[in-house]
C-alpha cells in the first residue's frame, strides 16, 4: 500500500505523486482510489485494490536512475525491421511499466529517427510517449526539472548514437572515396 506524498510509477502514464486516497462511488461501487498528479497537472484515480495487479510500483532510486541514462548510452537492441511489428514489440515493452525498458525504447526509436530521417506517425507518438515517461520518472528520482532531465537523455543519445552509428557511416563513405579513387566516374563517359 501506498501513502499521500508517495512518487509512484502508474505504466503507460509515467511518474506522479499521490495527492490523496479519497473513496469514491463509481458505477454504484464504492472502493478507495489513490489520486496520482501526474506531470501536466492531469489526475490519475488508480483503485487502491488493483494498483499492484496494474503495475503501479515506487519510483526508482538514484543509483538505479544511473543505470537506467547507462541503457541510453549502448547500442540499440536489434528490431524488426517492419515498422508494424517494431511497433507493436515496443508496445509490449512499454507496457511492462519496466522504467529499463521504456528507456531501451527511447534509445531505439531515436536511433531510427536519426537514420532513417523520420519515423511512421504512430512510431513517432510512441516515441514521445516513452521519453515522457521516462522523463517524469527520471525527475523525480534525480530531484531534477523537466528541462535538465531532457537534455541529459538527447545528449546520452546523440554520444551514443556517434559512437555506434557515425562511426559506422564514416566506413561506407571511406570505401565509396575509395572506389571512386580507383575507378573514377564522371559522368562524361556516357556522351
Not at 42 to 70: F, H, W, Y
Not at 91 to 101: A, F, R, S
Not at 174 to 186: E, G, H, M, S, T
Amino acid at each position: 500500500m501506498f501513502n499521500v506524498g508517495d512518487n509512484i510509477v502508474y505504466p503507460m502514464h509515467g511518474a506522479g505523486t499521490i495527492n490523496s486516497i479519497e473513496e469514491k462511488e463509481i458505477l454504484g461501487e464504492k472502493q478507495q482510489y489513490y489520486i496520482i498528479k501526474m506531470p501536466g497537472e492531469v489526475m490519475i484515480m488508480v483503485p487502491t485494490a488493483k494498483a499492484e495487479s496494474m503495475g503501479v510500483r515506487n519510483v526508482i532510486d538514484k543509483q538505479n536512475a544511473n543505470s537506467v541514462l547507462n541503457v541510453l548510452e549502448k547500442d540499440e537492441t536489434e528490431m524488426s525491421n517492419n515498422w508494424n511489428k517494431r511497433y507493436r514489440e515496443n508496445l509490449d515493452k512499454m507496457k511492462t511499466g519496466d522504467i529499463y525498458e521504456v528507456a531501451d525504447v527511447v534509445r531505439n526509436l531515436s536511433f531510427k529517427q536519426k537514420e532513417k530521417g523520420s519515423l511512421s506517425t504512430w512510431e513517432k507518438k510512441m516515441l514521445t510517449n516513452a521519453k515522457q515517461i521516462l522523463v517524469s520518472e527520471l525527475v523525480l528520482a534525480e530531484h531534477s526539472s523537466k528541462d535538465e532531465i531532457e537534455k541529459l537523455i538527447d545528449n546520452k543519445i546523440d554520444m551514443s548514437f556517434k559512437e555506434y552509428r557515425v562511426e559506422t557511416e564514416a566506413k561506407i563513405d571511406l570505401q565509396q572515396n575509395a572506389v571512386n579513387k580507383f575507378i573514377p566516374f564522371d559522368g562524361a563517359a556516357n556522351a
